[in-house]
């Protein structure tokens, strides 16, 4: 009896284990619009015990995404966990897409943090200063994660003002090279990857020029790119957003992590 429940013992053990995640790559899309939304694929939530309070996955078009919503009751914060991750080693990046949903006064703040586990906010550590968000332009967030034994990550949601509603989207973390689409998420598409030295773009690539900026919006870098390639050698370990014209005069945005 005592073999059995030992092996029943280490299947749990190494079930749990291969639950941790070494990276997270997240935009909502299969995510199923619901009520509640959470949990769901691994995500949960925290909100007060009253009504006013609700994060849950909304959807523009084609496109989903978390909205964090405070109804009546303002500078109360509410929380959207990630899947267990592995502990972090102090080498990794996350980032994400935040905004407000309206255009209005209805303003809130997002701030990222680890957590011991989905049900204890009170071990949220920040990993950064909570940015208030003034309009409804998807504003690129990042952050260093330090070595830590806290093995889930928090998105803290606060409504300065009743009504306040959040917009959450495109969460990376651990993502080396991090190829995705611009903002809006339609069918025009970057294929690119990033080492050290270079963004490179990838097959038979029309970019003409492209214009690099740090995660604070700040130009950093551009010019025209040769041979599919963009030197970003002396850019800071960090997220970078870039914005590319093509040879046909169209535009893309997209980003990426530089180690």
């Known amino acids: 009896m005592k073999k059995i429940l030992s092996f029943v013992s280490l299947v749990s053990l190494l079930?749990?284990?291969s639950a941790q995640l070494a990276s997270i790559n997240e935009n909502f899309d299969s995510f199923t619009v619901s009520?509640?939304?959470?949990?769901?694929?691994?995500?949960?939530?925290?909100?007060?015990?009253?009504?006013?309070?609700?994060?849950?996955?909304?959807?523009d078009g084609a496109n989903k995404y978390v909205q964090g919503y405070a109804?009546?009751?303002?500078?109360?914060?509410?929380?959207?966990?990630?899947?267990?991750?592995?502990?972090?080693?102090g080498t990794k990046t996350l980032s994400f897409d935040a905004?407000?949903?309206?255009?209005?006064?209805?303003?809130?703040?997002?701030?990222?943090?680890?957590v011991s586990s989905p049900t204890d906010m009170a071990s949220f550590t920040s990993l950064g200063t909570a940015v208030t968000l003034q309009t409804t332009t998807p504003l690129t967030i990042s952050y260093n994660v330090p070595a830590s034994t806290k093995q889930y990550i928090a998105f803290k949601f606060v409504?300065?003002?009743n009504h306040a509603s959040?917009?959450?989207?495109?969460?990376?973390?651990?993502?080396?090279?991090?190829?995705?689409?611009?903002?809006?998420?339609?069918n025009n598409q970057l294929k690119f990857t990033a080492d050290d030295h270079h963004?490179?773009?990838?097959?038979?690539?029309?970019?003409?020029?492209?214009?690099?900026?740090?995660?604070?919006?700040?130009?950093?870098?551009?010019?025209?790119?040769e041979n599919n390639l963009v030197d970003i050698s002396k850019l800071l370990s960090g997220v970078y957003?870039?914005?590319?014209?093509?040879?046909?005069?169209?535009?893309?945005?997209?980003k990426f992590i530089k180690k």
């Open 199 to 225: 963004l490179i773009f990838i097959g038979k690539s029309n970019v003409k020029e492209v214009k690099i900026y740090s995660a604070t919006g700040s130009l950093v870098n551009a010019g025209k790119v």
């Open 159 to 161: 409504g300065l003002v």
């Open 35 to 59: 009520t509640p939304s959470f949990p769901q694929n691994g995500w949960t939530m925290q909100v007060p015990s009253n009504p006013d309070y609700m994060v849950t996955i909304s959807e």
């Open 241 to 254: 957003i870039f914005q590319t014209v093509n040879n046909d005069g169209s535009v893309l945005k997209s």
């Open 99 to 114: 905004s407000k949903v309206t255009q209005s006064a209805f303003t809130g703040t997002i701030e990222a943090g680890l």
């Open 166 to 186: 959040t917009r959450l989207d495109n969460i990376a973390y651990g993502i080396g090279n991090l190829s995705v689409t611009d903002h809006s998420k339609d």
């Open 71 to 89: 109804f009546f009751s303002a500078n109360t914060a509410f929380y959207l966990i990630s899947p267990q991750i592995v502990a972090p080693n």
């Open 15 to 17: 079930s749990m284990t």
